[in-house]
């Protein structure tokens, strides 16, 4: 089978096979052959400083051109410049109700049903973690990869951390509902070039929290070339083009690539949720989610929060032309933003927020080589620093000099059909809170990540009985450690206990 996905991939022109991990140049009939297929394609100016190069250079220059198919790039270039034109209006309708539930007004005994049929799914080792961990903490003012932000927790606890975690106590709650000593949920991490070494480092320091390290696999999203206004790939040096990474629609690429799929598949795994790093609620391997999708038995689910206004600038999961798709905030008139639900005018009518939390059936992710090349790429115009093969010069440009392509995980969600497509509604305050900006920032920033945290383990206690008490109102929040309760549960022995707000309760406390 890796054969043909191998094979399947090349065919695609997207990628071809890994080249060796050398620094011996190419030969002069190899170097030539590649340039050859490059001027081919009107690309030859990527080897205008070939003669210049020692052989450790040109082995970087080469490998790095034999890693992209200048046919493919230069379909990728025409579209990107040649856009079609935009399309009529498009017809725009909420999701029908056979596609969704929300946890908010379902019946408390069908989610109990899912949470209970998802546990076994987990106890049965049938369920994996995809988690989308490219992103550096750069708005953050931090460098470092953003899974390892602290946001001020009084653990002060990593987001990578708090995950991890939270994927230790699934498998214990597995484990005692199937009768097993040990249940293992895999959890495989996508990283990008800058983040991948730094993300592995942090793990290693940290003992992978917790979490044996064969159940933890690190991968790459790929790159694509930097491309400029004229439709030229861009140099960064001599002996180096210019990239960006393909964007979290990349995942699809990357684990047929890195053969995640083929370990998905010999684990037996049949069920993926897949998330972005940066959500300091997010419930891993959430049970009651993976027994909703698997009990509608669709290829791709996805999880959805409410609005919190017309004007909140998010995208909304919908139907589009009668297909599953995002539209973004910008997409749509404020009209429609503000049209209100015909069945309870006290909510919106498009209020299914896209909060990147998906669920896969491995049946549809082994599919991926016969659609992946029909996805569509984004254009993002940017300032890109670039080598003039001209005179040879580094230039920073003041103004967009070209374009970076990219593609968004939900950009398959149209070719999904409607009966394979599911929506689950969740509460804000307990599944949802992004950390995107930086500290005093207006909103989705550290304090209000540190306070979503505090104020859901202050929820927690006070629903198992307990007090808590605190003389500050600006500190009313209590820290519950996911090794104590995933969701809530298991929190009987705080009942009647007295809590002094802001406190951490960590397992050691319980």
């Known amino acids: 089978m890796a054969g043909v996905i191998k094979s399947t991939l ?4 997207i990628t071809s096979p890994a080249p060796a991990r050398t620094l011996a140049p190419p030969s002069d009939a190899e170097a030539a052959a590649l340039k050859a297929d490059y001027e081919k394609h009107g690309q030859g100016h990527v080897f205008a400083f070939w003669k210049d190069l020692n052989d450790e250079e040109k082995a970087q220059l080469y490998n790095q051109l034999n890693g992209f198919k200048p046919a493919r790039i230069a379909e990728l270039v025409k579209d990107a410049l040649n856009p079609p034109p935009a399309e009529e209006t498009p017809k725009v309708e909420p999701l029908p109700e056979s596609a969704t539930a929300s946890i908010l007004d379902s019946d408390p005994e069908d989610i ?20 989308l961990a490219g992103g550096q903490g750069t708005r953050l003012g931090s460098s470092d990869p953003k899974g390892c932000y602290d946001v001020g927790l009084p653990s002060r606890k990593s987001l990578f ?4 975690e ?5 498998q214990e709650l597995a484990a005692a509902k199937v009768n097993k000593k040990k249940v293992v949920v895999p959890w495989y991490i996508m990283t990008s070039g800058p983040t991948r070494g730094p993300t592995e480092a942090f793990f290693e320091k940290n003992n992978y929290f917790g979490l044996e390290k064969d159940d933890v696999t690190f ?8 491309i400029s206004n004229e439709g030229k790939i ?7 083009v210019a990239v960006a990474p393909d964007g979290n629609g990349g995942i699809y690429q990357a684990i047929i690539v890195s053969s995640v799929l083929e370990s998905l598949k010999s684990r037996g795994i049949k069920h993926v949720h897949t998330y972005c790093v940066d959500n300091s609620l997010v419930r891993v391997a959430d049970p009651a989610f993976i027994g909703f999708a698997a009990s509608k038995d669709v290829d791709l689910a996805t999880k959805v929060v409410r609005k919190r206004a017309a004007d909140e600038s998010v995208g909304l999961i919908i139907l589009k032309n009668g297909k599953p798709d995002v539209v973004e905030y910008s997409e749509i008139d404020q009209e429609t933003c503000e049209a209100l639900d015909e069945k309870d005018k006290s909510i919106l009518k498009f209020r299914a927020a896209n909060i990147v939390n998906h669920y896969y059936s491995v049946r549809y992710l082994e599919s991926i080589p016969i659609w992946v090349n029909s996805l569509p790429h984004h254009i993002a115009r940017k300032k890109i620093p670039y080598l ?11 103004k967009p000099n070209g374009i970076k392509l990219e593609q968004f995980v939900f950009d398959v969600f149209p070719q999904i059909p409607l009966d394979k497509f599911a929506c689950l509604e969740v509460r804000r305050e307990d599944e949802f809170s992004p950390l995107k900006n930086g500290k005093g920032s207006k909103e989705d920033n550290p304090e209000t990540s540190r306070a979503d945290v505090m104020a859901q383990g202050t929820r927690w206690l006070k629903a198992a ?4 008490i605190s003389e500050d109102p600006e500190e009313t929040g209590v820290e519950v450690s996911p090794l104590i309760s995933y969701g809530g549960e298991g929190l009987e022995l705080f009942t009647e206990k007295e809590i002094i707000a802001p406190a951490k309760i960590e397992r050691e406390d319980a």
């Open 112 to 131: 109990q049903k899912w949470y209970e049929s998802g546990l076994e799914s987990i106890g049965a080792g049938e369920v994996a973690v995809i988690l």
């Open 234 to 240: 861009l140099l960064q040096t001599k002996s180096k």
């Open 465 to 468: 009985g307990a007090f808590v």
């Open 219 to 226: 991968f790459e999203q790929g790159v694509l070339p930097c």
């Open 10 to 13: 090349e065919a695609l022109h």
């Open 166 to 170: 939270r994927i230790l106590k699934v």
């Open 161 to 164: 951390q708090l995950q991890a």
């Open 388 to 398: 003039d093969t001209e005179t040879g010069e580094e230039v920073s440009p003041s």
